[in-house]
């Protein structure tokens, strides 16, 4: 109990070390706020939830030709997060956030949320990772810190610290 208490500390004052995003603040635009009004106005209708189909026979051909040129496979998963945080990247204002009323927060890096799945106590439990800088990295990283997710042990670096 003690040790886990002190993993725990030492992952939180490491958490607090942590140098700040690099992010840049402009205005925030004065036309966004119609946008905002029209959202507020939005959340009080009812949810539409969204089913479609897309076809994977191309990026699939893509990660086999990538297997057979870097001898090494990637995942399906690694592939899209790869590519979301390309298109993120390319207008890093998808990512903004508001900071009162007239500042936009944008940040240089993307993070990405990953779900993996683990095993954890013998039940099939989904886990999130957060892929740092993800829009620097190439999709080989991507794929590698997603596979060393699923095998981490819990409570140490991974998926899951002992403070989460």
């Known amino acids: 109990m003690a040790n886990n208490f002190s993993r725990v500390i030492s992952q939180l004052s490491a958490l607090l070390k942590q140098r700040p995003s690099a992010a840049t603040q402009r205005t925030y635009p004065k036309l966004r706020n119609f946008i905002l009004d029209i959202m507020a106005e939005g959340r009080r209708k009812n949810i539409i939830n969204l089913l479609f189909?897309?076809?994977l026979a191309p990026i699939r051909r893509h990660i086999?030709?990538?297997?057979?040129?870097h001898h090494e496979y990637i995942t399906l998963t690694s592939y899209l997060s790869k590519s979301f945080a390309a298109a993120i990247d390319e207008d890093k204002s998808m990512q903004a956030y508001r900071k009162g009323k007239s500042t936009l927060v944008i940040f240089e890096e993307v993070d990405l949320s990953v779900m993996v799945e683990r095993e954890i106590e013998g039940h099939?439990?989904?886990v999130a990772l957060i892929v740092r800088a993800a829009?620097?990295?190439?999709?080989?990283?991507?794929?590698?810190?997603?596979?060393?997710?699923?095998?981490a042990m819990i409570g140490d670096t991974g998926p899951m610290t002992a403070l989460e």
């Open 53 to 55: 189909e897309t076809e």
């Open 124 to 126: 099939i439990m989904p």
């Open 64 to 69: 086999a030709d990538y297997a057979t040129r």
């Open 135 to 151: 829009n620097k990295k190439g999709i080989s990283e991507i794929s590698q810190e997603i596979r060393r997710a699923k095998h």
